[in-house]
């Protein structure tokens, strides 16, 4: 079965370096999704996209974030200068163009800012 | 300002137990998108259900229920016989028209066996 698989698993950096998360979403899926999770808290919106620009974005998603899908495949975001409070984990999701009630998530990636 | 209740913190059940979560939102917009999300301990979010502001039928899939009432501004769901496997943390959620995107707390779910 198809899935969204999320790279890298665990990324470790300094605070004020950049970093791009990388997501690839299920093939056919139109539409894709940024959200948080800072440990033991709730779950935060962060970004929608679809044909190849914003619908949607949270005020968490500030000028330090950006998304892209640079290829047919991937849909990444980067964090540009990274503090010490974006250290969390980070899902992607998407959803396919007939079904667009549905959202698939990848396992996510865990940022931990030093 | 949109905002999302789970005033359940942490359920415990004994298996084969029926179990309800309560969600509680709040939004002045008319037109709105509800969800539910299922974290297990191993981490990864899990989609459950989105419904829609027009839509107040009740939605069963398996085990699973979910009842939306506009008129006191909840949609609950409810996990019938509860089986160990459901034990995680189940987040409600609330998409406004403004595209405003806001989770609840989250209810930790624990089943016995």
């Known amino acids: 079965e198809p899935e969204v698989t999320q790279t890298p698993s665990h990324q470790v950096t300094q605070m004020g370096q950049e970093v791009i998360l990388r997501c690839v979403p299920i093939s056919n899926h139109l539409y894709f999704y940024w959200y948080r999770q800072i440990l033991g808290q709730k779950v935060e919106f962060l970004v929608s996209f679809y044909n190849n620009e914003i619908s949607e974005k949270s005020e968490i998603f500030d000028d330090q974030f950006s998304v892209e899908r640079p290829d047919g495949s991937n849909f990444t975001l980067k964090i540009r200068s990274t503090k010490l409070e974006d250290s969390a984990m980070y899902f992607c999701a998407s959803s396919p163009p007939t079904d667009t009630d549905t959202q698939y998530f990848g396992p996510g990636t865990r940022l931990t800012v030093l | 300002a949109q905002k999302v209740t789970q005033a359940q913190t942490e359920i415990s059940v004994v298996e084969k137990e029926d179990v309800t979560l309560d969600c509680v939102y709040e939004t002045r917009d008319t037109t709105y998108y509800l969800f539910w999300y299922k974290q297990p301990p191993s981490g990864e979010l899990v989609f459950l259900i989105r419904r829609n502001s027009f839509d107040e039928q009740n939605e069963i899939s398996g085990r699973y229920s979910w009842n939306f009432q506009k008129s006191t501004s909840s949609f609950n769901f409810t996990i019938t016989a509860s089986q160990v496997v459901d034990s995680a943390v189940y987040f409600c959620?609330?998409?406004?028209?403004?595209?405003?995107?806001?989770f609840g707390p989250g209810t930790r779910l624990s089943v016995l066996p």
């Open positions: 959620a609330l998409m406004d028209y403004g595209q405003n995107f806001v």
